[in-house]
């Protein structure tokens, strides 16, 4: 789950990053500081109200002076506009935002045993022609789909699996009209 | 009952077969917060407006704000049963109601779903119809011009009441709003013999917002008991229920009347009452922080009640050659919306909304109903903007007189403690008032055909009563209406199929007066 805050700032950094033909380095930036805000124990220093900004500035500095022009700029306005919350979901908003920019998406493909290669990238061939992009699917085993396959793509869903079929007939049953009471 | 296993084995059949055919792309998206039965779901990114949602265990939903990257939706059902984290899907249909006759008889909550513990419904996917439509457009539409007979005296021959008009009942607490309503369904059996079949029954749906429980289950039994519940549906959001299925009911009711009405039937609607149902919105509404405007009532509480009550129409005949929704023209929804107000203040801020939609108000008040005038109608205040093109003749002429009678008496009323010391034609004004005033009493759940109405009101202003005592009155009129059943019962039906009262008839009438007098005591 992106907000759309820390989109609008992964949007910016991200065009300005490919319009200057850095987007590689700026990347690579984006990765690193993911890293270390998401380092257990080290992480949370920047997001913690009781440490004052200037000293939560001045460790960001030390990690981002090896980086790109743009990637400082950017890491010092937002500690200027109080936004450094902005740096949790950096990256996978800035990774999704390459997606995009590729007409790509990424989504996840649950089944209840583990699926083939073949079998994964035909999925992914027909989901993405459904949506008209490339799509790229991870397979998750699950029990609870039962049999079939349930493919999820941002908030797209095919649901082709038992367990779906079901849950559907179930709700499709308990609202049926019965003939008996229709013939009263 | 027991089911004929074959049934359920086609119905699987079908169902599988119909299951595997449809395309079923879905949006879905992921519950971020849920309480106070509304809550905020991450992405269903194709979600339209007031689509129904699917949640875990059963529980569906209403999306009633799209956001940037989230969906505001209420809940219509138990909130407990959804947790963080759940999956959500769309279903791709507006919220609908079932309708049409199955529904006749029975009782259904703000969905359609039966609560009468009668079975389920036997309605197909054919008869769900979206519970927001859009209101018959000017072309559609033709003025009013049929009276929709409430069976009370004060009303049908002072503020009457014409099909397709919409007239806002509005009062205090306890000053006999529901009953009035009540009367005005179980007077409803004359135009059809109470049988749904008849083309000339009108329908009746009585939508219950906030109210008892107890109410609701009063009035079924009530309508039960008097044989009209067979042409009434009752669409039951009573004050236990979510504030969302209580602000959807009116909304569902209204389309299972226009399914009627676009039929070519008349049909008579019931909103009891509209003020609870702002409250329910307001609550809905500030729980998915929408900004709120006076008396914290979201800036959309005038148009909720507009869209409503704009759906009231009389179509024109020819208006299955304009738009191929209407099966046959000349239909008509009637509605009476209420509104409680609070110490007889109509200038609050719903009270002036519903009032500028409607086309008029009966106002009830509690010190005319503690007086023992009931129905409690003030007819100083209450008006009728269209319904008097839609009053017969006959009634037109007689109530014309009394409507100045009464206007008179109200004037002088205040004089009326001085007694003697009047003079003569101030005493007749006052006497006539009275005796009027009297005449338009009314007990509960005896709705009189206006043959009946014409009579009586006919008795009174020609001034033959005012000799008779005012306590005498009410005992005059039970004798003279039977005795004119029994001796002359001609005068009525010529009444009741002219709709004038002739000159031969007043004769008639004269004499019957003036036999009945002397049996009246006192």
Redesign the interface.
């Known amino acids: 789950?992106?907000?759309?805050v820390t989109s609008r700032y992964a949007n910016a950094l991200f065009s300005l990053a490919m319009g200057r033909g850095v987007l590689d380095a700026v990347s690579a930036d984006v990765e690193r500081l993911a890293r270390e805000v998401g380092a257990p124990g080290v992480g949370d220093f920047y997001f913690d109200a009781r440490v004052s900004i200037d000293a939560r500035r001045l460790k960001i500095a030390s990690v981002t002076q090896s980086m790109h022009e743009l990637t400082k700029n950017f890491v010092n306005l937002l500690f200027d506009k109080r936004r450094e919350e902005v740096l949790r979901n950096l990256s996978a908003a800035f990774h999704q935002r390459a997606l995009d920019e590729r007409g790509a998406a990424e989504g996840i493909v649950e089944s209840a045993r583990a699926l083939g290669a073949g079998e994964i990238a035909s999925l992914a061939t027909a989901f993405g022609a459904?949506l008209g992009k490339r799509v790229t699917l991870e397979n998750k085993v699950t029990d609870d789909v039962l049999g079939g396959v349930r493919v999820?793509v941002?908030?797209?869903?095919?649901?082709?699996s038992l367990r779906g079929?079901l849950d559907?007939?179930k709700?499709?049953?308990g609202t049926?009209?019965?003939?008996?009471?229709?013939e009263? | 009952m027991d089911l004929r296993p074959a049934e359920v084995t086609s119905i699987l059949e079908k169902e599988i077969a119909s299951y595997q055919g449809g395309r079923d792309m879905q949006s879905v998206g992921t519950v971020l917060t849920v309480g106070d039965g509304v809550a905020r779901v991450w992405g269903l990114d194709d979600c339209m407006m007031n689509e129904l949602l699917e949640f875990g265990g059963g529980v569906r939903g209403i999306a009633l704000n799209l956001e940037e990257d989230n969906v505001g939706c209420v809940l219509l059902g138990d909130s407990a049963k959804v947790k963080e984290g759940d999956q959500v899907k769309t279903t791709g249909r507006i919220i609908s109601v079932p309708t049409g006759p199955a529904l006749l008889g029975r009782v259904v909550n703000a969905l359609g779903d039966p609560i009468d513990g009668r079975g389920p419904l036997a309605v197909t996917e054919a008869d769900y119809l979206p519970i927001d439509q859009p209101a018959p457009s000017v072309v559609e539409r033709q003025g009013v011009d049929t009276p929709m007979q409430t069976g009370i005296k004060s009303i049908d021959a002072m503020i009457p009441i014409g099909r397709g008009q919409r007239e806002l009942i509005i009062g205090d607490r306890q000053t006999g709003k529901t009953a009035l309503l009540i009367d005005s369904i179980i007077s409803q059996k004359t135009t059809g013999g109470g049988d749904p079949n008849n083309p000339d029954q009108v329908l009746c749906i009585y939508v219950a917002m906030g109210q008892k429980q107890s109410t609701v289950v009063d009035l079924v039994q009530r309508l039960t008991a008097v044989g009209a519940m067979e042409y009434t549906i009752v669409v039951s959001a009573s004050a236990i229920d979510e504030a969302s299925m209580q602000y959807l009911a009116a909304y569902a009711g209204c389309s299972m009347g226009e399914r009627f009405r676009d039929e070519g039937r008349d049909v008579l609607i019931v909103y009891d009452d509209l003020y609870k149902q702002a409250l329910a919105y307001r609550q809905v509404m500030l729980l998915l922080r929408r900004p709120p405007g006076r008396e914290a009532f979201p800036g959309d509480v005038f148009n909720l009640h507009s869209r409503l009550l704009e759906r009231a129409a009389r179509l024109a005949d020819n208006a299955p050659e304009i738009n191929p929704r209407y099966k046959k023209g000349g239909g008509s929804l009637t509605a009476l919306p209420v509104v409680e107000t609070q110490e007889n203040d109509v200038s609050a801020y719903i009270p002036t909304n519903v009032i500028s939609i409607t086309d008029g108000q009966i106002f009830l008040e509690s010190s005319l109903f503690n007086a023992g005038i009931r129905p409690a109608v003030n007819a100083g205040i209450s008006v009728s903007r269209v319904g008097g093109a839609a009053q017969t003749k006959g009634m037109k002429k007689i109530a014309g007189g009394m409507r100045l009678d009464l206007a008179q008496y109200r004037e002088l009323q205040a004089f009326a403690q001085f007694g003697s010391d009047l003079d003569k034609a101030t005493q007749r004004t006052l006497a006539r008032g009275e005796r009027l005033t009297e005449i338009l009493k009314q007990d509960q759940y005896v709705p009189m055909p206006f043959q009946d109405q014409i009579m009586i009101i006919y008795a009174g202003t020609c001034g033959a009563l005012d000799d008779v005592a005012t306590k005498s009155i009410r005992e005059f009129e039970k004798i003279f209406l039977q005795h004119m059943a029994d001796s002359h019962p001609e005068i009525g039906e010529g009444i009741r199929t002219s709709g004038v009262l002739s000159d031969e008839a007043k004769v008639t009438i004269d004499q019957a007066i003036a036999a009945v007098k002397p049996q009246v005591t006192g």
Request: proline content about 7%; charged content about 25%.
């Open positions: 789950m992106i907000d759309p459904e999820i941002g908030s797209q869903m095919i649901d082709r079929r559907g007939l709700k499709k049953l049926a009209a019965l003939p008996s009471l229709s009263q």
